[in-house]
């Protein structure tokens, strides 16, 4: 699987954004697999935010953050799809995917091209 010059500035983006907001190094909630629920809450903002920032396909995120099964990120997505819809029962989620949005967006406004 080739990735672009594109596609890695804008996975670049996302976890940057994410370690920003959260505090947390990408190592955390990327490459080493750990099963803590702030990790796993970390990693499902990291795949979602590909899929719908990105466009990227469900294999490719899984090879991007960390060799999962593409079955495990079309979980991942529809997990997070299922917290913006009931934000109310998900206010600890959605208060950290809202902070990970502000800090994406806050990089969006700042690029100069």
């Known amino acids: 699987m080739l990735i672009t010059k594109q ?14 907001s959260s ?3 990408r190592k955390f909630f990327i490459k080493k697999r750990t099963k803590t ?4 809450l970390l990693r499902q903002i990291a795949i979602y935010m ?6 990227f396909g469900v294999a490719e ?8 099964h593409h ?9 997070m799809e299922q917290m ?4 109310n029962m998900y206010k ?8 990970v949005m502000k800090e994406y967006n806050g990089q969006q406004d700042q690029e100069v091209i």
């Open 50 to 55: 590909l899929r719908n920032q990105g466009g």
């Open 71 to 79: 079955s495990t990120i079309i979980h991942n997505i529809k997990k």
């Open 61 to 68: 995120i899984g090879h991007l953050v960390g060799g999962y």
């Open 7 to 20: 596609d890695f500035q804008l996975l670049e983006e996302v976890l940057f954004a994410i370690e920003e």
């Open 92 to 99: 600890k989620e959605m208060a950290m995917y809202n902070e």
């Open 23 to 25: 505090g947390i190094s």
């Open 84 to 87: 913006i819809q009931f934000p």
């Open 37 to 40: 629920a702030l990790a796993i």
